[in-house]
């Protein structure tokens, strides 16, 4: 036969797994180590970033409040003028980048000369840049029932609006700094206000994205999305409602969603709705606003996934180097292997004088030397001792022929349209039993397994068999039964051998089914409509091991057109050649499918079924198949 891998060959391959094996642990162990590394500094990385974003956000507000608290002081000043307060509100939009629009709207009649509604207003035209003055209070624009007045009057405190679109006066999404003017009397008699572009506040927070894939989310004390990736959201869903959109339950995601609409500062994991992981560092902002900076885990570990792959290609690479120089160093130690196998192969073909390669090394190869220099003396001899062995063997075969034939015959063959059963033993005998008489209206019946194979196995079954038809044939119950069975095989048991076995007594008239399960496989009981389950019995000791034990015994009552199949080990743990066995759920669905016609046939589809899924594999244990009806 040709030689497909040689011995050096196989040996580089051992040694390149060996290491392939190690790299790949080490690779593993440091990459788990990065990874957590990576991580905790993302997670570090991310959230000093958010506290940067939101404070340089706070910074805008607070120059805001500031300089809406300034101008309040400078109109109660110069409440009698009217025409100076106009300008308050230009000099808050000139003097401060931030503030896009402003007014001093007075309480309706506050001034006389000015009408109802006196309530100058100068803003920044968003496409133009261009800076407009005008009188925004008049009949159809009640200003006092608008947040921006109402809310502040009533709390009689400078209050921050909820993001909204002015469309009476800027024009523009916007949140407002509102600020109650109070009379010595500290009766509210007008609000001074300072606009924010809602858009300029958050273009610098939409910009921020420490990786790949990182994204703003700028949420409002009410839930409100002020900055998003889905810019259709903004102002008009919550993030719970979007949260309750997606297209399975994300709990992880409504507790960070809690967290944030709750003022609270933290980091937050969860999984979105296409399956990728992430973290989001959140904190609150001083108006009432959350914000939370969200990355994904795998634009974090992109540069180590990177990293990975050059490692691999350095793997590779150093492997076949490894291979190549190995293979070299392992063919000229291994070359006598060759000249020794010529010399096996011409001593296997009946010279045992052949010459055999010199060795001057004194190692192994001249040890291996010496063994086939004794290998060719033995050969002659055992040639010769080997032809009064064969003749001894045939003889032994002769008579195992006849003693499974024997033991054949001691199993009944008497079927009925009751009871029907097979055995076949791996060996030429074998130890599982089967029997079954009828006594006084009963009709006793047993099934079971003897440890290990052959004629020892043979043997202390003929003495299981025996004591159980002596037993049952005095008419005792299920228990005394089982009790004088075990009594018999412990007795002088010096082997410790053990049997397992399974006795049942069933009232012919009744149905009711007396059993008692030492150590067996568990029977299948089919229903008279066809369905099949597992009988499951009380844990007893299997027979031959411990004289004297108390077994107990259990009833089932069976329904007229009831089976009963019992079997060995060597049906379920029938295996085909890759070891894969037939298992209990397979015979469990073969019982429930199969015609239930007679008990014949039912025994004949199981082992037909087990020759099927062995596949002409070698048998590897006793099987044995009985099926009972009532």
């Known amino acids: 036969m040709k030689i497909s891998h040689s011995f050096s060959k196989r040996l580089s391959i051992y040694i390149l797994t060996l290491a392939a094996t190690l790299f790949v642990i080490t690779i593993i162990v440091v990459g788990a180590f990065s990874r957590s590394i990576l991580i905790d500094e993302a997670e570090e990385k991310v959230t000093n970033l958010l506290d940067a974003t939101i404070g340089d956000i706070e910074s805008v507000l607070s120059n805001v409040e500031a300089a809406t608290l300034n101008s309040v002081w400078i109109a109660k000043e110069n409440l009698d003028d009217p025409e100076f307060i106009a300008t308050i509100p230009e000099h808050l939009v000139k003097e401060n980048p931030y503030v896009i629009g402003s007014t001093v709207s007075f309480i309706p009649n506050f001034y006389e000369s000015k009408g109802k509604y006196y309530a100058p207003y100068t803003y920044i035209e968003e496409s133009t840049g261009k800076v407009h003055s005008v009188q925004m209070g008049n009949e159809n624009y009640e200003y006092t029932i608008l947040d921006w007045f109402l809310i502040p009057s009533l709390l009689k405190k400078p209050w921050w609006s909820e993001p909204y679109y002015d469309d009476g006066g800027g024009r523009q999404m916007m949140i407002t700094y509102s600020v109650p003017i109070l009379n010595k009397d500290n009766e509210v008699i007008a609000v001074l206000t300072a606009d924010v572009n809602l858009k300029a506040l958050t273009k610098y927070a939409e910009a921020i994205k420490p990786y790949k894939e990182s994204y703003v989310m700028l949420i409002s004390a009410n839930a409100s999305f002020i900055s998003n990736p889905d810019t259709s959201s903004i102002l008009n869903e919550s993030i719970f409602s979007a949260i309750m959109s997606l297209k399975k339950e994300n709990p992880e995601l409504m507790e960070l969603g809690k967290s944030m609409v709750g003022g609270e500062t933290g980091i937050g994991k969860f999984v979105d709705d296409d399956g990728i992981k992430c973290f989001a560092a959140y904190g609150p902002v001083m108006n009432g606003w959350s914000m939370a900076i969200v990355c994904k885990y795998q634009s974090v570990l992109e540069k180590l996934n990177t990293m990975g792959l050059v490692l691999a290609l350095v793997l590779i690479i150093g492997l076949a180097l490894l291979v190549f120089i190995t293979q070299r160093i392992i063919s000229r130690l291994t070359e006598p292997l060759y000249l020794f196998s010529n010399s096996a192969r011409e001593i296997a073909q009946g010279n045992f004088n052949a010459k055999l390669p010199e060795i001057h090394s004194k190692d192994e190869m001249l040890q291996l030397h010496n063994s086939f220099e004794y290998m060719q003396t033995s050969l002659t001899n055992y040639i010769s001792e080997l032809q009064t062995v064969t003749a001894a063997k045939q003889r032994i075969e002769s008579e195992l022929s006849i003693a499974r034939d024997i033991q054949l015959g001691m199993v009944p063959k008497n079927f009925s349209e009751r009871v029907h059963a097979f055995l076949f033993p791996a060996k030429e005998v074998g130890g599982d039993l089967y029997d079954f008489i009828e006594k006084d209206g009963c009709f006793y019946f047993a099934i079971g397994d003897v440890s290990g194979k052959g004629i020892p196995a043979a043997l202390y079954m003929a003495i299981t068999r025996s004591s159980f038809r002596y037993l049952a044939n005095q008419g005792l119950n299920v228990k005394d039964v089982v009790c004088g ?16 076995f399974f006795v049942g007594k069933l009232h ?28 499951r019995a009380k844990a007893n000791m299997v ?29 379920t743990e029938a295996e085909k050649e890759n070891k894969d066995q037939y298992g209990e759920e397979r015979l469990l669905s073969l019982v429930n499918n199969i015609n239930k016609n007679s008990v014949m046939q039912i025994t004949e589809d199981i082992l037909t079924d087990v020759r099927k899924f062995t596949d002409g594999a070698e048998q590897n244990d006793d099987i044995t198949i009985m099926t009972v009806k009532y």
């Open 485 to 500: 069975m075990n009594t018999s095989v412990s007795e002088g048991n010096d082997t410790d051998m053990f049997v397992t």
């Open 508 to 535: 012919l008239d009744t149905g009711l089914l007396e059993y008692c399960n030492a150590g067996h496989n568990s029977i299948i009981i089919v229903n008279p409509d066809g369905t099949a389950n597992y009988l």
């Open 543 to 571: 027979g031959g091991v411990f004289n004297g034990f108390d077994y107990q015994d259990e009833q089932v009552q069976l329904h007229h057109g009831s089976h009963l199949v019992l079997y060995t080990d060597g049906v």
